[in-house]
């Protein structure tokens, strides 16, 4: 399992310019295996009709950063996103650091 750290991925957040309003709720997920709300929960699980479905404007707006996130950042580890049940098994896993 890849172990994601925190200044690593607000670095990398910032770098594709992912809404701001997002960050704290990535970092929790990626770090922390914390439940990242439903909008967010569609985007990793690549769900995307119903990402749009749930994104407010700025987040509909914001999609190919968030796909640039996914493959700069996340690619590297499908345990964390790519299905409904990547992430589901993402959030029971405890954090390497707990």
């Known amino acids: 399992?890849?172990?994601?750290n925190e200044e690593d991925v607000l670095m990398d957040l910032r770098?594709?310019?992912v809404p701001e309003g997002?960050?704290?709720?990535i970092v929790r997920y990626?770090?922390?295996h914390i439940h990242p709300g439903g909008f967010l929960a569609a985007v990793f699980s690549n769900q995307l009709m119903e990402a749009f479905a749930r994104a407010d404007e700025t987040n509909q707006a914001a999609m190919?950063?968030?796909?640039m996130f996914?493959?700069?950042t996340m690619l590297a580890s499908r345990d964390c996103w790519g299905?409904?049940?990547a992430v589901a098994k993402w959030i029971d896993q405890e954090p390497e650091d707990a």
């Not at 997002?22 to 709720?25: Q, V």
């Not at 190919?64 to 796909?67: C, K, S, V």
């Open 1 to 4: 399992m890849i172990h994601f």
């Open 15 to 17: 770098h594709c310019r």
């Open 22 to 25: 997002s960050h704290g709720a």
């Open 30 to 32: 990626l770090v922390h």
């Open 64 to 67: 190919r950063q968030y796909a």
């Open 70 to 72: 996914l493959y700069n």
């Open 83 to 85: 299905s409904p049940a």
